[in-house]
């Protein structure tokens, strides 16, 4: 065995770095290069390290008390950098490549003390997103190998073009993605189905010579490198034979040279060991495998230090590192094959006046496959679409066919969920104004379609997924699905606003509307909150507005059928004796209403009072010693005692407040009871004042609101409930208005998930607090009784909606919750008073429904729009068509 070995002491080639250093600071630096072969030891033996290893190298190297050391070819054998680097990381020596480009030693749990002054492959990522994006090719085909370099390409592919988001004009998608077994003799088939439905003709690849050879052929074959075609290679394939002409390539700056990767390494490291030397101890490196047993933590503190080291002007260019030891800001030619040969067209270069990397490209000197010297469009424009709508009336009816038999009729078009599993069964037709729209558009810009419905019902908003990892916000609804390109179009009434242009492409509106509010006309006052009461006569429950059985709730009342689920709860009996529960009917507003502050039982006890005070006055006055005398008036006449009707003219008029002029008591023990009857009256009258003056403010009319700016809306103290859709454009509008933050704040907790129960809620509104007030109202009573010695049948209720048998109990107060589970305020319904949203729609409404009104003027006035993917190629075909339908009357006849 011949030996060649390069032993280089840092203090020789960098001594002005290390002329304070400590004695043993004086490290050395083995250089292994592909020159150097090390012998003389038993193959399998290890020195009782853990990391099999000839054990001539240790002897050669550990004796030296190695610091660092510096490892370049061959790429396999007991000498290649992963050997190098088990052996110098298990004492934790930093070990630097100059030539090793793996992905996997870029994993720091098995290669936990090395680093590279060359990039990695899968940093070709970088360099092709700024590519593509000066190109302006959105949608690319991604074919890669199923190793660890391949899928770290992608990876990094993927991670640098989510961070260009923000700007959504150079947002990069993966239209597609191949990924293949090394060494196949055919990839026809993937290739041909991973891209025939595929609109991108942009191809990234990364494979070694050997399958890139195989791919370049078949894609031949396939018509796939010929013109209007685009290829993006790594530096591996450009070693093909076979490369198609056209082929845009990557070559690293420096790659090869040794030497110059050699130099930076020991500046780089001369630098670490002089700032460490100035901060840290640095102890001895170990020299023998007995010293395996402990950690050396000058070298663990030695290659962070390494890590932090940047050189501006290396050899190779800027030198620095990551997190995990990979070089960055490595340089790069782009390179394009003319004529079988690799001609320079750009350069990826580091910009020390803007500290970053930028990409310089000649694309005029750029022969594109087919020898055009035009840049292809990258991309096929697809006539078959797939077009999203969903039901919102009066744009979109949606009918769905309950049979086989059954068919859309000439107006409609078939529109099955989106996703939806296929089943026949559920087929849906669609019509409306947006249906005629379409067929319109489909004829004027010659494309076909297949029609669905929104998966989830939703026009579609923000949403944070995976909380508990970050979060990441994703859209959802029909916005979803264009954005993450499962469907091509949109049509239907779309709000056009800031948030969904950032991430989609608009037409020109085919119709412009606003925001209103829709609210319910009201007659009178607001319905009370029922009282029960013990009645053995009144089966029925009734409000200002409405009257029906308890027991027979029809279709005139208006009422769900959660509400008669409830209802029939509320009507259970419960009979304690001959004495049965029931509603009180509640007063209605008549000409006798100025009675409503006392109820009826007290008016018959003050008129009772007034009399019996009476009566009392009168006998006292009349039997008492000083009752009986009569005072001599001026002119001759006398004063009769007090008799009965003048007691009862008393008893009134202090009760009134009228002034008396004659009949009062003279006996003393009269007059008292009068003083007393005077502060009674007193009492009631200011009572009744009192109550009469509340219910004067609390049955005032409602009177309709403005407009968004009536204090009502405003003032979140009323006890008015607005609400909109979540996530809608209306809900957006509210989020971007700082003036209306409170008002917001208010309405959120109560937003719908569709406008259609919106809609309906308004139109009921009014019953849902009497509903709610009912339901308390049971349970306080059940909660009241002693039911120890009571039996009674009574229906088990788990949820509103569901009775089930009744049976025969014997309960007591810790037994009531199991017998009558009470719903919470949500469970029953809510009480909507106003529902905001978009004008058409609920101007719709109220035409159709004279009790619903719309209030104010329209505010954050907007269109509609079809709404396209991001950079679609059929954006300004569908706005030019959109004006002419405009100009020719079109709009105007499918709004009529």
């Not at 008799?643 to 003393?668: D, K, M, Q, Y």
């Not at 009631?684 to 509340?694: F, H, K, Q």
């Not at 048998?805 to 810790?814: H, I, L």
């Not at 609920?842 to 509609?864: I, K, P």
Request: glycine share 6%; proline share 3%; hydrophobic share 40%.
């Amino acid at each position: 065995m011949h030996a060649r070995r390069a032993l280089v002491h840092l203090m020789v080639v960098e001594s002005r770095y290390l002329s304070d250093f400590h004695s043993i600071a004086l490290a050395t630096i083995a250089l292994i290069c592909d020159v150097i072969e090390f012998g003389g030891g038993e193959k399998g033996k290890s020195c009782g390290c853990q990391v099999k290893l000839h054990a001539g190298e240790l002897r050669l190297l550990l004796p030296e008390k190695v610091y660092a050391v510096v490892v370049s070819h061959p790429l396999i054998g007991d000498l290649s950098p992963a050997a190098v680097s088990y052996t110098s990381g298990f004492y934790h020596i930093p070990v630097i490549g100059i030539s090793s480009r793996d992905s996997a030693f870029s994993d720091k749990n098995i290669h936990v003390s090395f680093l590279r002054t060359v990039p990695p492959y899968s940093h070709q990522a970088d360099v092709w997103v700024e590519l593509l994006k000066h190109l302006k090719y959105m949608k690319i085909v991604f074919i890669h190998s199923s190793d660890t370099d391949g899928r770290g390409l992608l990876g990094r592919f993927q991670t640098a073009s989510q961070n260009l988001e923000d700007d959504v004009e150079i947002k990069v998608t993966l239209e597609s993605t191949i990924e293949f077994e090394p060494g196949l003799d055919t990839f026809t088939e993937r290739l041909y189905e991973s891209t025939h439905s595929a609109q991108s003709r942009v191809y990234l690849m990364y494979a070694s010579k050997t399958d890139s050879e195989v791919i370049f052929r078949d894609a031949g074959l396939l018509n796939m490198t010929g013109a209007s075609n685009v290829w993006i290679v790594t530096e591996q394939a450009l070693e093909a034979n076979n490369v198609p002409e056209g082929t845009l390539g990557l070559k690293l700056v420096n790659a090869t040279d040794e030497t110059a990767h050699i130099q930076d390494s020991i500046y780089v490291l001369a630098s670490a060991l002089k700032a460490m030397n100035q901060t840290e101890t640095i102890t001895e490196a170990p020299n023998d495998c007995n010293s395996s047993g402990t950690i050396w933590e000058t070298g663990k503190k030695l290659f962070e230090y390494i890590k932090k080291q940047v050189l501006l002007n290396g050899t190779t260019g800027k030198v620095a590192f990551d997190d995990s030891g990979d070089r960055i800001n490595a340089e790069y030619d782009i390179v394009n094959v003319q004529e079988s040969h690799l001609v320079s067209v750009g350069q990826y270069y580091y910009n020390s006046e803007v500290t970053r990397m930028r990409l310089r490209l000649d694309e005029s000197v750029i022969v594109w496959p087919g020898r055009s010297k035009v840049k292809p469009d990258g991309i096929i424009i697809p006539t078959h679409l797939k077009v999203l709508t969903i039901e919102e009336k009066p744009f979109v009816y949606v009918r769905e066919i309950n049979n086989l038999v059954e068919n859309c009729t000439s107006d409609e078009i078939p529109c099955p969920h989106f996703n939806a599993t296929g089943d026949e069964f559920n087929m849906f037709c669609c019509r409306g104004f947006c249906m005629d729209l379409l067929k319109e558009l489909a004829k004027t810009i010659n494309i076909t379609y297949d029609l669905a419905l929104s998966p989830d019902g939703q026009f579609g908003n923000q949403v944070m997924k995976n909380i508990s990892i970050g979060g990441k916000k994703e859209w959802t609804g029909l916005i979803g699905e264009l954005v993450y390109d499962r469907a091509n179009m949109i049509v239907a009434p779309l709000t056009i606003n800031p948030e969904r242009a950032e991430v989609i492409e608009f037409s020109k509106p085919f119709k412009y509307q606003g925001i209103t509010i829709l609210e319910k006309k009201w007659s009178g006052a607001l319905p009370r909150r029922v009282n029960w009461g013990r009645n053995e006569t009144s089966d029925y429950w009734h409000s200002s507005d409405i009257e029906c059985p308890v027991d027979r709730v029809d279709q005139r009342c208006n009422i769900s059928q959660r509400i008669i689920d409830t209802l029939k709860i509320a009507e259970t009996k419960f009979r304690l004796g001959h004495q049965t529960l029931m509603l009180q009917p509640s007063r209605s507003s008549t000409l006798v209403s100025f009675l409503q502050p006392f109820s009826n039982t007290l008016w018959i006890l003050v008129m009772v009072s007034v009399h019996v005070v009476a009566l009392v006055l009168y006998l006292l006055d009349r039997f008492s010693p000083f009752g009986r005398f009569k005072l001599a008036n001026t002119d001759g006449t006398e004063e009769d005692a007090l008799n009965l009707s003048s007691a009862i003219w008393f008893a009134w008029g202090v009760l009134l407040n009228s002034g008396i002029g004659e009949g009062t008591p003279r006996s003393f023990s009269a007059r008292v009871l009068g003083m007393v009857w005077a502060g009674f009256a007193m009492i009631i009258v200011a009572s009744y004042t009192a109550n009469l003056a509340a219910f004067l403010v609390l049955e005032r009319p409602k009177t309709k609101l403005t407009g968004i700016n009536d204090a009502r809306l405003r003032n979140t103290m009323e006890n008015l409930t607005c609400a909109t859709v979540k996530g809608s454009a209306v809900d957006m509008y509210f989020r971007r208005q700082v003036e209306l933050s409170n008002m917001y704040r208010t309405m959120e907790a109560n937003n719908y998930d569709t406008a259609e129960v919106a809609i309906r809620d308004v139109k009921n509104g009014w019953v849902y607090p009497i509903i709610w007030g009912l339901i308390n109202d049971l349970y306080s009573i059940l909660t009241s009784f002693n039911f120890d010695k009571i039996q009674f049948r009574v229906p088990k209720v788990r949820h509103v909606g569901q009775v089930a048998s009744k049976q025969r109990v014997r309960p007591d107060s810790n037994h009531i919750k199991e017998l009558v589970e009470i719903p919470t305020q949500a469970e029953i319904l809510r009480k909507l008073m106003a529902f905001i949203w978009d004008s058409s729609r609920l101007e719709f409404e109220a035409a159709q429904d004279c009790e619903l009104v719309t209030a104010g003027e329209l505010f954050g006035r907007s269109g509609y729009g079809i709404g396209l993917t991001k950079n679609s190629p059929w954006a300004d075909h569908v706005t030019l068509a959109i004006l002419d339908f405009h100009e020719s009357k079109i709009m105007t006849e499918k709004n009529t």
